[in-house]
């Protein structure tokens, strides 16, 4: 019998800090540690957020506000995240935040937005070489100072980080402070190309528009950044599902047109993955457009607005990537999904499409308005139960066609006794109706 060899298959820290940072962008690398600080903001009250129903009812409950805020600071010498989070603690520091990868059996029950176990890294990395975090808990927390290519060139197994912990906080001072500092050259282009800043309270205020109504106040260089309010009319279609452990609402109707006209930005499928969107005004194959179910979008479609509100306990089961700025296509749970959002949407649609036809192209006439309905926001709606979008009923018109055949002899006799000999069959005919209509019937 030969003996056994083990092959080497450790992980190579350079490969791993690579692969983790090539495939996201810088927004959804900011955007991974403003989850972590929602997460964070959040988990106190975590088991008021189990279904799509949970997520509805906080939303139009008076009594939640904002508590949390989440401050970012940019500029070409440093990075700066603070957050006013309950922090994280010395153990948890040591046992789970730094690990690459979420451990089987870890608990996850208070996560909503903390999946995969590697957003922070990935963040910390893309930016820059010099890291800093320092947190305040009420069991006492930790600071972390990492020179990452120190850390890259020392290959001794199993992987470490040094920490040193902190003494306990007043719940009223805890939180988590994270400063980036020796940025690399694309961070810094990035951060001076005069349009990063914008970017990045866009796309803030399209991700987190349910939180920041209700959780967590965000300010980027100063500017608090406000939740889009996408509204919906309130006559719209609405399906429920529960598929395993997720609940899902489907929402399809008509938008509440902004400053008289349908925009781009508020048109198409919204969706949602325990409260954070994943995606925004799509109108591609990815959401059944294009011959996939609904047709090709064109801009008579541009009054159209879905949403699919996502919810799960554990936050691992629902379809988004490990960036969370794209949906796993393939999950069977995104595919039975797609399906329903088909036959949700295709009544809205058609009723679109209709309208076109008979009516012509501009999109936000009295006609639209009236089917649209009183407006609501578009996030209550997206958890709403079920309801169904009811088209306007079709105008009967208002002429129909009379055709018949009659003998050339009378119509002779009849141009006779009117003296016209060049009056036309069609001509008597309207005559003569309008002879029966006049002396028969009597005017209207
Ligand atoms: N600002 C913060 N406040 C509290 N917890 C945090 C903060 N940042 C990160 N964590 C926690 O550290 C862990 C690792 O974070 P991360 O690498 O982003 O992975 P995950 O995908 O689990 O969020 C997660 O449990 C996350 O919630
Ligand atoms: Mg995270």
Not at 114 to 138: E, P
Request: hydrophobic share 40%; with cysteine; charged share 25%.
């Amino acid at each position: 019998m030969t003996e056994m060899l083990t092959a080497d298959a450790s992980p190579e820290k350079r490969l791993f800090i690579s692969l983790l940072t090539r495939d996201i962008s810088m927004v959804a690398a900011f955007l991974d540690l403003v989850d972590n600080s929602i997460n964070a903001a959040v988990a106190p009250m975590s088991s008021e957020l189990e279904t799509a129903k949970n997520y509805q009812k906080v939303l139009v409950n008076d009594d939640v506000q904002p508590t949390v805020d989440i401050r970012l600071k940019l500029t070409t010498e440093e990075i700066q995240i603070n957050d006013t989070a309950p922090g994280i603690s010395a153990t948890t520091a040591a046992e789970h935040v730094f690990k690459f990868g979420r451990a089987s059996g870890e608990p996850h029950e208070n996560d909503r937005l903390s999946v995969y176990g590697i957003g922070l890294k990935r963040a910390m990395f893309k930016l820059g070489n010099k890291i800093r975090i320092i947190s305040d808990h009420i069991e006492g927390g930790f600071e972390l100072q990492l020179n990452v290519r120190e850390w890259a060139s020392d290959v001794c197994q199993p992987w470490g980080l040094e920490i040193s912990p902190r003494a306990p906080v007043d719940a009223r001072r805890c939180g988590t402070s994270i400063t980036i500092g020796e940025l690399y050259d694309d961070t810094v282009r990035r951060l001076d190309d005069g349009v990063f800043e914008g970017q990045l309270i866009g796309a803030i205020s399209r991700t987190y528009a349910f939180y920041l109504a209700k959780f967590v106040k965000i300010l980027v260089n100063d500017k608090q950044v406000e939740g889009i309010n996408i509204q919906l009319g309130s006559n719209y279609t609405s399906e429920v599902l529960t598929i395993g452990d997720v609940t899902c609402s489907i929402t399809a109707g008509i938008a509440v047109p902004e400053g008289g006209s349908f925009r781009d930005r508020s048109s198409g499928w919204f969706v949602f993955c325990n409260g954070r969107a994943v995606i925004s005004a799509d109108k591609t194959p990815l959401t059944g457009w294009s011959g996939s179910g609904l047709p090709i979008f064109q801009p008579k479609h541009r009054p159209f607005l879905g949403t699919v509100f996502f919810v799960a306990r554990n936050a691992e089961e629902l379809p988004w990537t490990t960036t969370k700025a794209g949906i796993n296509e393939d999950s069977l749970l995104w595919q039975e999904t797609k399906r329903q959002m088909i036959s949700v949407g295709r009544g809205v649609v058609s009723y679109l499409d209709r309208r076109y036809t008979d009516e012509g192209t501009e999109v936000a006439s009295k006609d639209l308005r009236e089917v649209a309905g009183n407006k609501i926001s578009a996030l209550a709606a997206a958890a709403s139960k079920k309801k169904k979008f009811e088209p306007p009923k079709r105008k009967p018109p208002k002429n129909i066609r009379i055709q018949y055949d009659a003998a050339v002899g009378d119509v002779e006799r009849i141009k006779e006794y009117l003296q016209k000999p060049g009056m036309g069959g069609a001509e008597v005919g309207r005559y003569t109706f309008r002879y029966f209509l006049r002396n028969e019937v009597g005017d209207d």
